[in-house]
C-alpha cells in the first residue's frame, strides 16, 4: 500500500490506477483456498474473521499466519479441537494468544499488534449457561473493534431475579447497548427491551429440543417480541451480533466525545 501511495505522490501514476492497485492490495491468496480481504477494517471498520469449520488444519495454519502477518492479528472461530491445539502449539511462544474457551475461538496478535480502543461499551446477557459460547463470540467482536465489555451468564426468565443485579451493574457501567443471547422459548431479550432504554440486538442460540428446539422456537419468538427497539439476528449469529453491537457503541463513543 505503501508503495502505491508513494507512486502516486511521485505522479508515476494516477488516482484512478491507485485506486484499482489499492483494490487488488487488499486481497491476499492463500494456497488457492482461500482469498483474504485484508483491508477490510480500514475500509469498513470491521475486521476479516476466519471460520475454522470445515477448513484443513493445514490449509488453516497457512490462513491464519498470513493474516497475522499482514494485518498484525488474526480472528479464528470456531475451531475444533484439534485445530484449536495446532494454532497454540505454532503460535503461543512467537505471539500472544488470547482465548475464547466456550465459543473455541481465538485471537492471535504479533506482539507489536496496538489494540484499538475507542471508548464504546457493549453489555451481553445470556439466558443460561449453555449460550456462553455465542455469547464469547460477541465479546470477542467487540472487543476486537476496539470496545469495553461486560458479559454476564445465566440471567434468563426460568428465575428471573436472577437478572436484576447484572442489568442493574451494566446500567450504572452506562453500556452504550445491549447483546442478549437465548435458547429454548428465546423470552429474556424481550423483557430485557421492555425494561432499559438502550439499543437492544437479540441473538436466538441453538439450545433447546423437541418441538421448535435448535434455536428456531427462540427465533420466532424473537421477531414476535412486542418490545420495541429489539433488533434480531440469525441463530447463533453471535459474530453479527458483536460487530452490530460494536459499531453502534462506536458511534455513540464518537459522539460522546465530540469526534464526528
Known sequence: MREILQQLARGEISVDDAERALRLDSVEKVLNVARLDVGREKRRG?????LAEGKKTDDLLAICAR?????GRAIVTRLDDDQLSRLETTFGTSHEVQRFGHAKSLVIRKGDHSRLKTGGQVGILTAGTVDLPVAEEAEMMAQEMGCIT????????????RLVE???KMLKEDVDV???VAGREGALPTVV??????????VPSSSGYGYGGHGQAALMAMLQACSLGLGVVNIDAGIAAGVVAAQIA?????????SR
Open 46 to 50: 470491521v475486521p476479516e474473521v476466519v
Open 150 to 161: 461486560h458479559l454476564e451468564s445465566d440471567v434468563g426468565v426460568a428465575g428471573i431475579h
Open 67 to 71: 493474516m497475522v502477518d499482514r494485518t
Open 166 to 168: 447484572p442489568l442493574t
Open 250 to 258: 462506536n458511534r455513540v463513543a464518537k459522539a460522546r466525545s465530540g
Open 193 to 202: 427491551a421492555g425494561l432499559v432504554d438502550l439499543p437492544l440486538i437479540a
Open 178 to 180: 445491549l447483546v442478549v
